[in-house]
């Protein structure tokens, strides 16, 4: 997986200042594949677009993830402690990211949704979204003609046949006691790191522009070890 430098972190990040988080995830994943044709991420499953975005973050920010969530039922925010490994035990192969996957059930011929599908009902409530999204998801069938019953099995078959899709937890709240399930948000969570990372080479850029008067591509070339040892004398020099 690829070691974004200080130059490509920051072009990255005013790429995708101004996108749809969704669109951003997708910005996210062209730069952990550069091999993948950009018109085709929006399209792969969406395990596969996630696995990227976590060896992305692990290749530049570390294998440790802390991360946290509020409760639902009382609003306490609860912090707690991932490893990228952990997460990535069950990942298909990179090799076999870009393949599709698609399954029978009750009827249906189905396949794993897409960052293009999400987009497409992200501005639809709850219910008719899930029903939109199936409606997309559907190679043959009709899913408008399920009981609930079916219903349930063409959801546990969505969710086994891209189990990478939805990263959820079980956590304990430490206020109320209750139990809760957490999401994690890939590419959010990598989204806010970077953008952390971004605020402070921006600053690096600024203490030494100011002290030496050399433009921000000397900077952010430099190396970082470098580059600590110049702000080290400016900041001992203030």
């Known amino acids: 997986m690829r070691t974004l430098d200080a130059a490509e972190l920051l072009s990255l990040w005013e790429r995708g200042q101004p996108r749809h988080a969704l669109d951003r995830a997708a910005l996210l994943a062209a730069a952990a594949r550069p091999d993948w044709p950009a018109e085709s991420i929006a399209d792969l499953p969406l395990g596969a677009i996630g696995a990227s975005l976590l060896r992305l973050r692990a290749a530049n920010f570390g294998t440790h993830m802390d991360a946290h969530a509020d409760c639902r039922h009382c609003g306490q925010r609860l912090s707690f402690a991932l490893d ?7 990942a298909p192969p990179e090799e076999a990211a870009d393949t599709v996957p698609e399954t029978e059930v009750a009827g249906l011929h189905l396949r794993a949704p897409s960052l293009r599908d999400l987009a497409a009902v992200a501005t639809l409530d709850p219910a008719d979204a899930a029903d939109a999204l ?9 899913p408008a003609l399920l009981d609930e019953v079916a219903r349930a099995q063409v959801d546990e ?6 189990p990478q899709a939805d990263l959820a937890f079980s956590l304990n709240c430490v206020a109320c006691g209750r139990t809760d399930m957490a999401q994690l948000d890939t590419a959010a969570l990598l989204w806010d790191e970077i953008t952390a990372r971004v605020g402070a080479l921006l600053h690096e850029v600024h203490l030494l522009a100011s002290r030496y008067g050399w433009g921000e591509a000397q900077i952010l070339a430099l190396p970082a070890v470098r580059r600590a040892q110049y702000l080290a004398l400016v900041e001992a020099a203030s």
Request: net charge negative; aromatic share 0%.
């Open 84 to 90: 990228v490994a952990e997460l990535l035990a069950e």
């Open 134 to 142: 199936l409606a997309r998801c559907t190679l043959a069938g009709q």
């Open 157 to 162: 078959a969505l969710e086994a046949l891209d």
